[in-house]
């Protein structure tokens, strides 16, 4: 942030001492002169050395300035940034909603669908989850869809494999898979493979699917979308086509799936 802040501040400095260079520059040419004289170096280091000077005390008695700047062009990068998201969003709604091969549970033909990106070694993703588990319970025109994110390191990767293995196995057992395994705190491969043979599934035909080129492929597809909706941190939320960053507890999810419904009803 320090850099960028350098940066910008660089920035604003030539702007500002082109702007008095140009100044003075158009204040001497309305000045009558009888004789072009051409300046020596001499004169040229005088002059640059009194527009830094004026630069100086001018950003010394007005600070306010350089931080509106930064503020205003903090705000604006925001705000391209929120609309080039929303667009993509917009154009591939089809595609980041698309749960043909990614698991989805609730309600297929609900009115309000949620995409979750997450990270099985995630604290706050585990605490979504519960969250999202609520709102299951409590409405049941909500779909929910899973993106597994793991940026977390080698364990978040294995893990995200073997729900989107055990997916394409037995869909019907997603659920309770992933719930144990959002459970988890200590995770190793022999606490998994016991997971997975209480719920009658085989070890080694998870395994298999999992090290498959079709399940990593899904997970770059996962790693290009979260790119390019500039999603830097798990959790991360899209709900009915609207990006929502960060950790979101039962009453804000109740409150965002109400304002979607009032929104459509308003139309």
Do not use: W
Request: aromatic share 6%; hydrophobic share 40%; proline share 4%.
């Amino acid at each position: 942030m320090q850099h960028i802040i350098g940066k910008i501040l660089i920035i604003v400095i030539i702007i500002i001492g082109a702007l008095f260079i140009f100044k003075t520059i158009k204040t001497s040419s309305t000045k009558p002169v009888s004789i072009a004289v051409k300046q020596n170096d001499d004169v040229k280091k005088c002059e640059e050395e009194r527009v830094k000077e004026i630069i100086k005390n001018y950003l010394l008695e007005t600070p306010e300035v350089i931080i509106e700047s930064i503020e205003n062009l903090q705000k604006r990068k925001v705000k391209e940034s929120e609309a080039k998201v929303s667009n993509y969003i917009k154009d591939n709604k089809i595609d980041i909603e698309n749960g043909q091969n990614f698991p989805t549970i609730g309600n297929k033909d609900g009115d309000i669908t949620i995409v979750a990106f997450y990270d099985y070694a995630c604290s706050y993703c585990k605490k979504g989850n519960v969250s999202l588990n609520e709102l299951l319970q409590n409405d049941p025109q909500v779909k929910i869809l899973f993106r597994p994110l793991p940026i977390l390191g080698d364990a978040s990767e294995y893990l995200a494999k073997t729900a989107l293995a055990v997916y394409k196995i037995n869909p019907e057992k997603f659920k309770a898979i992933h719930d144990e395994l959002m459970k988890m705190r200590n995770v190793s491969k022999e606490s998994v493979e016991e997971l997975l043979s209480k719920n009658d599934l085989k070890v080694e035909e998870v395994e298999e699917i999992a090290d498959s080129p079709e399940v990593k492929n899904l997970i770059t597809q996962n790693m290009q979308i979260a790119r390019n909706l500039k999603i830097q941190g798990v959790p991360a939320y899209v709900i009915n086509a609207k990006l929502i960053p960060g950790s979101i507890d039962f009453p804000q999810l109740l409150n965002i799936v109400k304002e979607i419904r009032d929104s459509k009803d308003s139309l």
